[in-house]
């Protein structure tokens, strides 16, 4: 069995869309989703966002599952515009799966071969954006990949991370973050993003770009996530 994590469902929605013979399960009270590619069986696993769920939902999640191969899916946000946005990332320092043969059904995508960070919260500045590629060497950030590689490696679960760029400097999230997405409730705070809107109108215009840019975005995620589903060798 292929394993594919997502932090939230506004990340996993397009995937789950092709994802053939859907049925929920509920195992270590947690709710995962199965289903089929071609002849893969597949299980989606929400991780949430952020080190502290993430770790408590892996635990549960790995205990007493054999998996071939994990995939650690969603979006990232570019450190500089190298990278735009619907670029693929396949993160190089989180690689433990055998990937032999396996990357030409992804050669006519804009897919990168770099090293990928994990960091407590989403980037805001431009300049925070720059300091961190200047000392990581990293090209883009996310918030569970490296948690999720540590489970795996305790478990012994083969690993690849494919993210998919959501926000670039050029590019940059449409509101502050702590206005998108609140860490402590997992979601995002509807209230609060009303309320900024109300006192910054212009927003409204950059929040309907996003969402169309963060679709397009899902879009070519979730077909890398099938080509590659459909070359693993398990």
Not at 16 to 23: A, C, G, I, P, V
Request: charge should be positive; charged fraction near 20%; proline fraction near 4%.
């Amino acid at each position: 069995m292929i394993a594919v994590t997502f932090a939230l469902p506004a990340e996993s929605s397009g995937f789950l869309r092709l994802l053939q013979n859907r049925s929920k399960r509920r195992n270590n009270g947690i709710t995962t989703i199965a289903g089929k590619i071609n002849n893969h069986l597949v299980e989606i696993f929400h991780t949430g966002v952020g080190e502290k769920v993430c770790r408590q939902r892996m635990a549960r999640f790995l205990q007493d599952r054999q998996l071939d191969c994990l995939i650690s899916a969603g979006f990232a946000g570019a450190l500089d515009d190298q990278l735009r946005v619907g670029d693929l990332l396949l993160a190089r320092n989180f690689l433990t799966a055998d990937l032999s043969g396996t990357l030409d059904s992804l050669a006519n995508l804009p897919i990168h071969f770099a090293n990928l960070l994990t960091v407590p919260s989403m980037i805001d500045s431009s300049e925070e954006r720059s300091r961190i590629a200047r000392t990581t060497g990293a090209v883009a950030v996310d918030m569970e990949t490296e948690f999720i590689a540590r489970s795996c490696a305790e478990h012994g679960v083969p690993l690849l991370s494919l993210r998919v760029i959501s926000d670039t400097p050029r590019q940059p999230l449409p509101a502050p973050a702590s206005v998108l997405f609140d860490l402590g409730e997992q979601r995002t705070n509807f209230g609060r993003l009303a309320f900024y809107v109300a006192k910054n109108p212009p927003a409204i215009w950059r929040l309907i770009s996003f969402a169309r840019q963060i679709g397009r975005a899902r879009e070519r995620l979730s077909n890398a996530i099938i080509a590659l589903v459909r070359e693993l060798r398990t």
